[in-house]
């Protein structure tokens, strides 16, 4: 199956400083890229979706200036989170889907454990 | 109402036990269905597709109830490697909503000795 890797796997860091999480597909040509967060004991939560060359389309109550995605390439997304405060402690996950992968198979990354103390 | 709903459980079973999951969804147009699992701090993997009639791969069965808005999946002769957490998803039907994913929370399964 198609693989998405991300990076870092997980990230500890100070309240205020920023942090980008990469998410890459490494065997396919990732058109649409998706952001998600978990937080312990809860469901995947869409943060936004991006298409590769524009702007990321964000979900409802999502801020998107505290949320930066930029999806410059059919391979990789960044999600960064700016002036990170403690309740942005969550796992961050991406996925892709694109051509060859079906048009409704999104192939997940290892997601990111990000910490903010 | 949660767009889609499932018992957070945990169930405790022993090993070699049948076990079943139920999901339930609020929207009538969604057209595609799924469980997933997920692993302690890991992410979600597909685990199956599931179609109106009924699917069947090796020791899971999953089931679709389109009137009732239902979703099941049914483990036969649990492992213990099978514990974790069984995400219901869907696909709603919406003009411009791509292929955007609608996760429940989530059914913790613990398999026992």
């Known amino acids: 199956g198609a693989v998405v890797s991300q990076h870092p796997s997980w990230v500890i860091c100070k309240s205020g400083t920023s942090v980008k999480i990469e998410c890459r597909s490494l065997d396919f040509q990732a058109t649409t890229m998706f952001w998600y967060r978990q937080f312990p004991k809860q469901s995947l939560m869409l943060m936004a979706t991006s298409n590769e060359g524009s702007k990321a389309t964000y979900e409802q109550g999502v801020e998107k200036d505290k949320f930066l995605i930029n999806h410059a390439s059919l391979t990789l997304s960044t999600l960064t989170v700016t002036s990170a405060h403690p309740e942005d402690s969550s796992f961050y996950i991406c996925?892709?889907?694109?051509?060859?992968?079906?048009?409704?198979?999104?192939?997940f990354g290892p997601g990111t454990r990000l910490t903010v103390t | 109402r949660k767009e889609v709903e499932q018992d957070p459980g945990p169930f405790n079973v022993p090993e070699g036990a049948t076990v079943a999951f139920n999901c339930t969804y609020s929207?009538?147009?969604?057209?595609?269905f799924f469980w997933y699992r997920q692993d302690c701090r890991k992410e979600p993997k597909l685990l199956m597709s599931v179609y109106s009639s009924g699917n069947e791969d090796g020791r899971f069965t999953a089931q679709l109830n389109r009137a009732s808005q239902y979703i099941s999946l049914l483990i036969r002769d649990s492992k213990l490697s099978d514990s974790a957490t069984y995400l219901c998803v869907v696909k709603p039907e919406l003009t411009g909503g791509g292929n955007k994913l609608t996760f429940g929370t989530g059914t913790q399964l613990k398999v026992e000795l």
């Open positions: 996925s892709a889907s694109g051509s060859g992968t079906g048009d409704y198979e999104q192939y």
């Open positions: 929207n009538s147009a969604s057209q595609s």
